[in-house]
Antibody, heavy 119, light 107 residues
Framework: EVQLVESGGGLVQPGGSLTLSCAASGFTFSTYWMSWVRQAPGKGLEWVANIKPDGSEKYYVDSVKGRFTISRDNAKNSLYLQMSSLRAGDTAVYYC????????????WGQGTLVTVSS | DIQMTQSPSSLSASVGDRVTITCRASQGISNDLAWFQQKPGKAPKSLIYAASSLQSGVPSKFSGSRSGTDFTLTISSLQPEDFATYYCQQYDSYPYTFGQGTKLEIK
C-alpha cells in the first residue's frame, strides 16, 4: 500500500525557515517523480514543486523560486521541502504527492502538514 | 502560465442525479489533464488522468472526456459520498495549474 506521511509543519514567524519531510513507503521511491502541493485555508490547490527521481531536475512555481528548495534522499525514501523567507501568504496545508507518470499527475497524496506563518 | 477555468464554482444536485463539471484550458494541453476529489479536512484523491483514464480503484461512475481545450468530468448516479469539491489540473507544462474547484452540494 502506498503511504506518504508528511511532518515538520508548525508555527513560524515571517522571515523564518522551516523544513518539511515526507516519508514514503509501499512503492519504489527512487523511481518516481515527487511533488509538493499546498492549500491555503479555505482556498484551492496550488502546485509548488516537482523533483525527478534522481533529483537532477527540479521545478517550482514562481512565487516560491529562490525561497523554497525541494530535495529527496532515495536511501531514506524521503522527500523534503526547505522553506525560507516565509511570508504570511505561505500559510497552507502542504501535501506531498507521488506522480503517476514521469512529470505527470499526482496519483497518491499524503495527509498534509499545516504551516502557519504569523507573528 | 496556462489558466484553467473551471465551471460551475458550485453545484447543487440530488442523490441519483448525473452531473457534469467543465474545465477549459487557456491553451492546448493535449490530454494532460487530471481530476481530483477532495472532502473537507482530507487530502485530494485522484479520479481521472490523461483526460479520460480512470485511476485504479475509482468506480466507473466517474468519467472524463476532452473536446479541444475543454475537459469534462461526469459523475453518474450521485451518492452521498460523492458530495465534495472537485478540481482539475493541467500537467502539460510548468507551472502546473489547478482549476479553482467545484463544490458539489446536496440539494
Amino acid at each position: 500500500e502506498v503511504q506518504l506521511v508528511e511532518s515538520g509543519g508548525g508555527l513560524v514567524q515571517p522571515g523564518g525557515s522551516l523544513t518539511l519531510s515526507c516519508a514514503a513507503s509501499g512503492f519504489t521511491f527512487s523511481t518516481y517523480w515527487m511533488s509538493w502541493v499546498r492549500q491555503a485555508p479555505g482556498k484551492g490547490l496550488e502546485w509548488v514543486a516537482n523533483i525527478k527521481p534522481d533529483g537532477s531536475e527540479k521545478y517550482y512555481v514562481d512565487s516560491v523560486k529562490g525561497r523554497f528548495t525541494i530535495s529527496r534522499d532515495n536511501a531514506k525514501n524521503s522527500l523534503y521541502l526547505q522553506m525560507s523567507s516565509l511570508r504570511a501568504g505561505d500559510t497552507a496545508v502542504y501535501y506531498c504527492a507521488r506522480l503517476g507518470s514521469p512529470s505527470g499527475w499526482s496519483d497518491y497524496w499524503g495527509q498534509g502538514t499545516l504551516v502557519t506563518v504569523s507573528s | 502560465d496556462i489558466q484553467m477555468t473551471q465551471s460551475p464554482s458550485s453545484l447543487s444536485a440530488s442523490v441519483g442525479d448525473r452531473v457534469t463539471i467543465t474545465c477549459r484550458a487557456s491553451q492546448g494541453i493535449s490530454n494532460d489533464l487530471a481530476w481530483f476529489q477532495q472532502k473537507p479536512g482530507k487530502a485530494p484523491k485522484s479520479l481521472i488522468y490523461a483526460a479520460s483514464s480512470l485511476q485504479s480503484g475509482v468506480p466507473s461512475k466517474f468519467s472524463g472526456s476532452r473536446s479541444g481545450t475543454d475537459f469534462t468530468l461526469t459523475i453518474s448516479s450521485l451518492q452521498p459520498e460523492d458530495f465534495a469539491t472537485y478540481y482539475c489540473q493541467q500537467y502539460d507544462s510548468y507551472p502546473y495549474t489547478f482549476g479553482q474547484g467545484t463544490k458539489l452540494e446536496i440539494k
